[in-house]
């Protein structure tokens, strides 16, 4: 019994489902999914954490929203630390004019986190923050597009790491960035400010009053 064409034509339709399986040539949205290693946005933003900081000397998460988060500077992981630090843009004679260079807050956190049934005390949750964010991570380098209908300006955070292939002692630095950058996206010049804010972060905070 001659069996070799059936097997062709079946090694032939299998390669076939490989290659658009694989082929990077479409890598569509589909209605509810994330585009294969495209940038994240709306709800897909929700549980990112990309980890910044040198190998084996301390670290801190930029999350897919551009808040900081995982901060473990104590020698031990401290998955839940989410501190009070911020970056803000204020734009001079604009209504809602000043934000939090973040995208929204995900709902898990205003909704599942301790304390948030008594209005989140000692976090930044109700200030105002960007509408719309979009997140391209491309280790060691991790990059959040703002963009908000009620400013004139786009803004990009990037954070990365000192990641040097084949490089340890520069690779495992006590170090991370965040660089932040504005684009005036309307027609007139506008006067803003930028500031970094910050509780002390470093102090263990163990909610005694001394």
Known sequence: ?????????????????????????????VSGQHRFNGDYSGSFLDHISFPIGGIGAGMFCMDGTGSL????????????????????ISIKGIENGAKVLEAQVPDWKLFGLPGTGTGAPGKSYGLPRFEEGRFLPR???????????????????????PFIPGDADNSSLPAGAMI?????TGSEKIEAVFSWNSRNIVVEWTGRIL
Request: aromatic share 14%.
């Open 1 to 29: 019994m001659n069996t070799s064409k059936p097997i062709t034509i079946l090694s032939q339709f299998l390669t076939c489902f490989i290659l658009s399986a694989f082929s990077p040539g479409d890598t569509g949205d």
């Open 69 to 88: 988060s995982h901060l473990s500077i104590r020698n031990k992981p401290e998955f839940f630390n989410e501190p009070i630090a911020f970056a803000a």
């Open 139 to 161: 280790f060691p380098f991790a990059t959040l597009s703002l963009n908000d209908r009620d400013l004139p300006l786009s803004a990009e955070v990037t954070g990365w790491s």
């Open 180 to 184: 932040y950058k504005f684009r005036n």
